[in-house]
């Protein structure tokens, strides 16, 4: 009673999870376009998309990668065998306890006829797949505890998957080992099945049960002579084999109940198998119940991403759809953390410490982010810089065994991200020449606006570059900024300009206007000056430092030996240092 | 011999042919390559933004090839610029190598300074060497003008990268001329191509693509030749852009020099992948002659050079 009662309510709210969750796939998006594309208008989008593809040549393709990558895992496969064998372990092991054991009354004893649970092959089976499903939590456990990879970060939503598998194995395994060593069981099956009458066939039977199949009876039992077992097997010949194998088969359970056989009586006076029961059937409800909101819903989500990208692409697909997979990828997302290992600059995170530079970090807080979530301006910060810390290699989207878009998914938060306005000083380096390329993808304006916000917010801060005709006092001398540029690296040769400006002549950048200043502020020769006199503003204000190319033709030709492009290098970074205060915005979470 | 193949951000996500057209052609010269799966960027993009970030990224790729015993072949200018400059500071400045190695260290790896990193360029010019080269070459171009494009991060700043004369290189055109082709001399062809400011100040970036190319069409050149996927991109998926945007005229087509290279040495087009160029090169095709025609020389470059001037 209490069972099913538990069974309808765990069903139910599994229901409601599930609703709740797709509910939200066609609710948000975390691109810019399809956010205010109502909930109806995606529905039937998603239906259409759905029905036209299942009626075409496409078909073929997802009944492929349905068997290759859903059923058989490939992608793990190619990543590493080690985790791939782990997968197949947990997920085949369970699926074929779920059938063959957990609804055996509606699979099992539907298909065979005569099924029982104690009897083989069923009855050793079972215990291989869970045996299959524990090998495969012990290597999750040697994978995320004791290899160490360098930053793959385990979170709370990762021990629980692990914990709650763990929890309905052992517990299986434990009533096993407890029912088989159970003499209560053992004279409920002989009541049941057998139909014995004679005291002393019973005591026969018993004694050979004790002696070969692991029941440990109240205390003060046998040994037993050769002629009662021999009258025992006998009669356990003629009356238990048909449904009941030898409990060796379910060799785990077996194993169990040999270590407990010294208290085995105890426990079946307390009853501990109903216990044991209740822990095994609750553990089951509550990973059910709670499936839609922990890492498991990858179950559903994950083969609906990978179906979904076999068959959709940018620019072919409804944008209507792509936003409700890429909202589905983000539940898809088994934080497994190989788009991380794989991940082009996740070594900076020594020297930068944003957590929100590592994709599969990088997931949780856009899971945030798109559901509207109101976050504060620094996480916003860090988001923004970690999604712009990307060379868009595509190394993650290749990896990703669940088959995420994630290169997609980075290129759309990271325009949401920019609109903000929010400055984000990366998108002066190089790695803004992915965006260069795809300008096409989104308005003039929309591309313009991050770039101007950043240079404006650098042109802000140095005042003095907007005040012209002014004598700029040379005393004192900002020397906390020409220690910095002396001691570093690169630019320490600053000193050795003379002002010949022969590097401003070999700039080409300078070459290309009529009038340079107008457009560049200070020109090369101009800023290794500034940093001689100290005067930071000057060094750090001029477009100039933005628009070198770093072509190194000023530094080839300096007389002097400064390294000109180094130290506008240096300054670049010591900008951005100064502007946006890096120390104080660092956001770490937990590892 | 053999290297550790760095390949870095940009060519495995777009300028996929550069990487089979050079594979091909370093596995017919009988260059071994290695593929190190943990390679990461090689910094370039971070180093206006930090430049401990860029030397520590750098450093980890310098340590694996260590680690493995290999001296580094890039094909991109950009990573080879920015793996020797580190690679220089970390052989020459103890101080940084200790910081940059108490990072490597927590997954096992140290950088001691012992291994070189080289250019795709530097490994046929100077490993495998033109005579080489010219025994494996069985076609040849005749009539051809290439406009050879050196990149700026192979050739300076020439103290660390030490590739060629910075002011007055020859490499490239040597290598060009292997084919029979004629490297012409322009006077923008140690220029920048724009990349680097793709994405920050694109009118800037297209203005001097737009010089060079046009630089080189007025000389007689039939195609720029490029060693690097940024100035290959620049010069053909940007350059395509800017027609459509009716920003330039005539073409000045992008050809990767593993591409010019490999069609004379019998490499299969699929391989090269031609077909992956945005703007056509099936006309470069019409100047392979079947039989091995004489192979352009220093002089007549020399000649060139001096037409041009004049």
């Known amino acids: 009673m209490v069972l099913s009662i538990s069974l309808y309510v765990a069903l139910v709210l599994f229901g409601m999870g599930l609703f709740y969750k797709g509910f939200r796939w066609f609710r948000y998006s975390p691109s810019i376009g399809a956010q205010n594309v109502p909930t109806a208008r995606r529905l039937v989008a998603a239906f259409t998309g759905i029905l036209s593809t299942l009626f075409s040549a496409k078909f073929f393709t997802l009944v492929k990668v349905f068997i290759l990558d859903v059923v058989l895992n490939r992608r793990i496969l190619r990543e590493d065998f080690l985790r791939w064998f782990m997968h197949m372990s947990i997920y085949g092991g369970f699926v074929l306890l779920v059938v063959m054991h957990a609804l055996g009354r509606y699979t099992s004893a539907v298909i065979f006829d005569n099924y029982y649970p104690t009897i083989n092959p069923f009855f050793f089976l079972r215990d291989l797949f869970g045996v299959l499903v524990l090998l495969g939590v012990a290597i999750a456990i040697y994978r995320r505890f004791i290899l160490r990879i360098p930053r793959l970060f385990t979170n709370v939503r990762d021990h629980y998957a692990i914990i709650i598998v763990a929890v309905i194995l052992l517990s299986g395994i434990a009533l096993e080992g407890v029912k088989i060593t159970s003499h209560t069981i053992y004279r409920q099956m002989v009541a049941d099945y057998a139909g014995l009458e004679d005291a002393q066939e019973l005591r026969a039977l018993e004694a050979y049960w004790v002696q070969h199949y692991g029941v440990v009876p109240p205390a003060g039992q046998g040994p037993f002579d050769a002629a009662t077992l021999a009258q025992g097997e006998e009669l356990n010949n003629a009356n238990c084999v048909v449904c009941h194998s030898r409990p060796q088969w379910a060799f785990t359970g077996y194993g169990v109940a040999r270590i407990i056989s010294p208290f085995a009586g105890g426990l079946d006076k307390v009853n501990a198998r109903r216990s044991l029961r209740y822990i095994h059937i609750f553990a089951c409800l509550i990973g059910l119940a709670y499936l839609p909101f922990s890492k498991m819903f990858h179950i559903i989500a994950s083969p609906l991403s990978l179906l979904a990208n076999a068959v959709m692409e940018r620019g072919t697909s409804d944008p209507a759809n792509i936003a409700t997979r890429q909202m589905m990828e983000l539940d898809a997302c088994t934080h497994c953390g190989t788009c991380t290992v794989r991940c082009s600059v996740a070594a900076v995170l020594d020297e930068i410490p944003n957590i929100n530079i590592l994709p599969s970090e990088k997931i949780a807080s856009i899971k945030a982010l798109v559901s509207g979530k109101e976050l504060r301006r620094q996480e916003l910060k860090a988001i923004q810089e970690g999604v712009y810390l990307c060379t868009n290699c595509y190394r993650c989207t290749v990896a990703c065994p669940v088959g995420i878009n994630l290169q997609d998914l980075w290129f759309n938060v990271r325009e949401v991200l920019l609109q903000r306005g929010l400055p984000e000083f990366s998108v002066l380096s190089p790695l803004s020449f992915y965006r260069g390329l795809m300008r096409k993808e989104m308005g003039k304006k929309a591309y313009e606006k991050p770039l101007v916000r950043a240079k404006e917010t650098i042109a802000d801060k140095c005042t003095l570059m907007k005040i012209q005709d002014t004598v700029v006092p040379l005393t004192p001398t900002d020397r906390a900024f020409k220690d910095k ?104 979470r937990e590892r | 011999m053999k290297f550790a193949l760095f390949l870095g951000c940009t060519i495995p996500a777009r300028v996929m042919q550069y990487e089979s057209a050079s594979r091909a052609i370093l596995g017919a010269l009988n260059v071994g390559v290695v593929d190190i799966k943990e390679f990461n960027c090689c910094g370039y993009p971070l180093r206006n933004i930090n430049f401990k970030a860029f030397v520590l990224l750098s450093a980890r790729n310098l340590a694996l090839a260590e680690q493995d015993d290999l001296d580094i072949i890039t094909l991109c200018q950009c990573c080879f610029g920015s793996l020797k400059k580190a690679n220089h500071l970390l052989k020459e400045d103890a101080l940084l190598r200790n910081e940059v190695n108490s990072h490597l260290e927590k997954e096992g790896l140290r950088y001691t300074g012992g291994i070189e990193v080289k250019h795709l360029l530097q490994v046929l010019y100077h490993d495998v060497g033109i005579a080489a080269i010219q025994k494996e070459v069985k076609r040849m171009y005749e009539g051809l003008q290439i406009a050879a494009h050196y990149g700026c991060h192979i050739l300076r700043p020439s103290q660390v990268v030490q590739f060629d004369n910075p002011l007055s290189p020859t490499i490239f055109d040597q290598l060009v001329e292997i084919t029979g082709a004629q490297s012409i001399y322009w006077p923008l062809r140690l220029e920048c191509c724009g990349a680097p400011l793709c994405g920050i100040n694109d009118e800037l970036s297209m203005d001097l693509s737009k010089k060079k190319l046009e630089s080189g069409r007025r000389l007689g050149a039939e195609y720029v030749c490029v060693a690097c996927p940024y100035c290959h991109l620049q010069f053909d998926t940007v350059q395509e852009r800017m027609r459509a945007e009716k920003r330039m005229g005539d073409r000045l087509p992008s050809i990767l020099y593993p591409q010019l290279l490999g069609l004379c040495m019998g490499i299969n087009e699929k391989i090269l992948g031609l077909e992956m160029n945005r703007i056509p090169l099936d006309s470069i095709k019409d100047f392979l002659s079947e039989t091995r025609g004489k192979p352009g020389t220093k002089a007549a470059y020399d000649k060139g050079a001096r037409r041009n001037v004049a």
């Open chain 1, 485 to 588: 540029l002396q001691l570093s690296a690169q630019a320490s040769t600053f000193s050795g300009c003379f002002g010949c400006q022969t590097c401003t002549n070999a700039c080409p950048v300078v070459a290309n206007y009529k009038k340079p200043q107008e457009m560049l502020g200070l020109l090369p020769h101009q800023i290794m000056h500034a940093c001689a006199l100290g005067v930071r503003d000057l060094a750090f204000g001029s477009a100039m430092l933005w628009d070198c190319l770093t072509c190194y033709q000023c530094q080839e030709q300096c007389p002097q030996g400064v390294s000109v492009t180094d130290v506008l290098y240096e300054l670049k970074n010591l900008a951005v240092e100064y502007i946006s205060g890096i120390p104080s915005q660092t956001m770490e």
